[in-house]
């Protein structure tokens, strides 16, 4: 028995909440989603190292950009690659998703503290740069769907 729903309610097998990143060509391929993430992670990691390297604010000010280019990547590819390993529960990826996300703010706002206390500010930066590595390795790792 069909379901009568508006046109935007409708259900639509295609759909996996990623209709922004599907109408980008190239970006929607299963092949290509680990690439885009890699450009995301390499993004954040220039953006690290340029904050260790030259230390000013105008390099602060200039890095926005390629910070701002990996942030935009990695959470839509992030998303779309999630909700690929989990096909038939895509809501709940989105829900995975966005809650790490939002754990992930609160454990970096409480570590950051104690761990610049302990070895420095610009040791936070350094510590970023090995997180984003570790998670571009990660991301290498897992096997193609």
């Known amino acids: 028995m069909e379901r009568s729903c508006s046109p935007s309610l409708a259900p639509n097998r295609t759909s996996n909440g990623g209709a922004a ?5 190239g970006m929607a391929t ?3 989603r680990k690439l885009w993430m890699m450009a995301g992670f390499g993004l954040f990691a220039l953006y690290f190292v340029a904050l260790i390297a030259f230390p000013t604010l105008a390099v602060a000010y200039w890095a926005q950009i390629p910070r ?31 809650n790490a996300v ?6 970096s706002g409480a570590l950051t503290g104690p761990w610049a206390s302990a ?3 610009a ?5 970023c740069v090995a997180l984003t590595i570790a998670g571009a390795i990660l991301i290498l790792m897992r096997n193609s769907r």
């Open 119 to 121: 070895f420095g500010y």
């Open 102 to 107: 939002g754990v992930g703010a609160i454990l």
């Open 21 to 25: 990143i599907t109408s980008t060509p």
């Open 123 to 127: 040791s936070v930066f350094g510590l």
């Open 68 to 98: 701002a280019a990996a942030i935009g990547i990695v959470s839509v590819v992030g998303m779309i690659y999630l909700q690929s390993l989990m096909p038939a529960r895509v809501g709940l990826a989105a829900a995975l998703f966005s």
């Open 30 to 32: 299963r092949g290509s």
